[in-house]
């Protein structure tokens, strides 16, 4: 966990030194860094749980982004058939693609790859660990009509590959996806470089 905010600090401060006043090549058009957080549904022995990932990501072109990510289930309060309750934490990587359906709306495939650790507690107070792993392609459509984020609903396939010894039930299940994205160069320019915010008119005053 300590790694991974690390590498989220070291992200952020690549793209605010990129976009420098003297040095500033299609930053605004090309360089940019968002934040994602994201709730996972998914339903399993008719219990509901929420994996929740937070996301932050570098967009490489016009319609192609990369990223890496952090997700988490906690102890849920529902017990499965086994009398076991389960969490599992990972790091993960993903690509993604959109296209643009109108100037609020596009639409966006994700692939999404982690590598983690899982847990499973009996009511006898046992506990199982175990390899965590999973690929998931999602397709997400995203509202953008908001200043500094977005929001997004969709849905993937988790394939999950994981240690049966700890769960037995398979964890390879579609997802209902609920995405809030923080676009954290437009945040930064508008309050510390009034001149490359998109909000901003050329004969602002504070430009």
């Known amino acids: 966990m300590r790694t991974f905010f690390i ?3 070291c992200l952020i401060n690549l793209c605010f030194f990129s976009q ?3 040095d500033r090549i299609l930053s605004n058009e ?8 994201e709730l996972k549904n998914f339903y399993l022995e008719s219990n509901r749980f929420k994996i929740q990932e937070i996301k932050p990501y570098l967009k490489l072109s016009e319609n192609f982004k990369v990223g890496i990510g952090y997700c988490w289930l ?13 969490s599992f934490s990972s790091s993960n990587f993903f690509v993604s693609k959109h296209w643009a359906l109108s100037k609020i709306f596009f639409a966006e495939t994700t692939l ?3 590598l983690g650790k899982i847990k499973s507690i009996q009511k006898n107070n046992e506990t199982y ?7 998931e392609p999602a397709l997400i459509l995203n509202y953008e ?3 500094f984020f977005s ?3 969709g849905s993937g396939i988790r394939i999950t590959r994981s240690d049966r010894s700890v769960l037995s039930n398979s964890l390879s299940l579609p997802t209902v996806i609920l995405r809030f994205s923080f676009k954290l160069s437009e945040i930064y320019n508008h309050f510390f470089i009034a001149s490359n915010s998109s909000l901003y008119l050329h004969y602002d005053r504070r430009v």
């Open 7 to 9: 590498s989220i600090l």
């Open 20 to 22: 420098n006043k003297n």
């Open 30 to 37: 090309i360089l940019e860094i968002g934040v994602r957080l």
């Open 74 to 86: 906690k102890n849920n309060n529902n017990y499965f058939e086994d009398s076991s309750l389960i």
């Open 112 to 114: 999404d790859f982690g």
């Open 129 to 135: 660990k175990g390899i965590y792993s999973f690929l």
């Open 145 to 147: 009509g908001f200043n």
């Open 151 to 153: 929001l997004g609903l």
